[in-house]
Each structure stands twice: as C-alpha cells, then as structure tokens.
C-alpha cells in the first residue's frame, strides 16, 4: 500500500494563502469522496482540520478550506498564520475497508 | 469530553507479541468505528487498522495484515490491538482514533489519544 504523495515542505509569509497537494490514485482519492485532512504540532495528537474534501468540524477556521480535483484533493490555508506552522497529513478510503495516509508536508511561516 | 487512553505498550523482542489497548469514555462507544494509527518516531502517519461499531467489518493495512488483529469490548468501552510477529520496523507511537461514524467507509478522526509507544528491539 503505497502512501498518498504530498510535498515534503511548502512555505509562506503570514497573510499568504498556501495550497498543500495530495495526490493518488482512482483507487482511493479519486474514487472516492472520503479524504481528511490533519494539523500536527509537534510532539501533539494529530488535529482533524478537514473531512469528506471540503468539511470544516465546527471550531476549525475558516481560513482552511479542502478541494479535490481528479486523483488530487488540495488543502489551502488562507491568512497564513504563525500558528499555522506544522505538519500536515491528508488520508483517503481505499477500496476494501483500508485507509492510507499521505507523505505529510511540513508548514513553514517564515 | 471525549477521552482516549492507551495502554500497553514497551520494549518487546522481535517475533514476540504485545496487546495494547485504548480505553474509552466521554461519548457512546458502541455507536462508533475507531481506528489504529502508528507514528514511527520523526516518520509520519500510518494507518494500521479500523474496526465497525459492531466488528462486522474489519480492515487492515498490507504492512500488518496476517501478524496484528484489532477487536473492541463495547461492555467494557475498550479497543485492543493484538500484535503477533512483531519486527523492528513495527516500532512507533500507537494512536487509538474515533471515528466520526459508525461505519469503516467514511471514517474520519474526530478524536485521537496520545498514544502508547512500542519498541521492538532485541
């Protein structure tokens, strides 16, 4: 089971609005609407930030804000913020009762 | 609030077995699939395993099928995950996860505890 393929690390200045990638295969994102995104800082828990592509749980901002298009579903975060700065993993169903995981890609607010 | 506790986890030799647990409260645990997610120490996420509210689907990742079963205890609010066979890359932080639903399909992670560290390592 191959991982979700995510960018190691993406970066911004704080008001920018950055986009983290999140690609597979028809096998799992793009066969289904089942991709969530999580926030991890360190030495934490993991954070659901986005759920079913474009769900935001209530609490979360909404300057994070999840599409997909084909095999690659994207998260953007808008108003880039120093507490913003983590890692951040998408997962998807895949077919037979599995889940995989992406890359993760560190967010750097410079 | 939610609560997830893990429990279990230490220093097992390679090809030995460990059971670790997560211990619910906080929310109807019966009504709700929950997962296994490991994190290798400085790797990333992996998901290992989610059973249903009822265990009547059940789903494995490649890395671990054959070596590790998940079941619950819905009387006894508690999720376990027995893990045979276990080899070095198996080490990590073993996360218990909720699930926002009852189902295996559409199972996202409301709620996650602080794990439970397994070390394999002669």
């Known amino acids: 089971q191959s991982a979700l393929t995510q960018p190691a690390s993406v970066s911004g200045s704080p008001g920018q609005s950055i986009t983290i990638s999140c690609t597979g295969t028809s096998s799992d994102v793009g066969g289904y609407n089942y991709v969530s995104w999580y926030q991890q800082h360190p030495d934490k828990a993991p954070k659901l930030m986005i759920y079913?592509?474009?769900n935001r749980p209530s609490g979360v901002s909404n300057r994070f804000s999840g599409s997909k298009s084909g095999n690659t579903a994207s998260l953007t975060i808008s108003g880039l913020q120093a507490e913003d700065e983590a890692d951040y993993y998408c997962?998807?169903?895949?077919?037979?009762?599995?889940?995989?995981f992406g890359t993760g890609t560190k967010v750097t607010v410079l | 609030e939610v609560q997830l506790v893990e429990s279990g986890g230490g220093l097992v030799q390679p090809g030995r077995s460990l059971r670790i647990s997560c211990t619910a409260s906080g929310f109807i645990f019966d009504d709700y699939a929950m997962h296994w997610v490991r994190q290798a120490p400085g790797k990333g996420l992996e998901w290992v395993s989610g059973i249903s509210w009822n265990t009547g689907t059940i789903g494995y990742a490649d890395s671990v099928k054959g070596r590790f079963t998940i079941s619950r205890e819905n009387a006894k609010n508690s999720l376990y995950l027995q893990m045979n066979s276990l080899r070095p890359e198996d080490t990590a932080l073993y996360y218990c996860a909720k699930a926002a639903n009852y189902m295996l399909r559409d199972s996202y992670y409301d709620s996650w505890g602080q794990g439970t560290l397994v070390t394999v390592s002669s």
């Open positions: 079913d592509v474009t």
């Open positions: 997962t998807s169903y895949r077919t037979s009762s599995t889940y995989v």
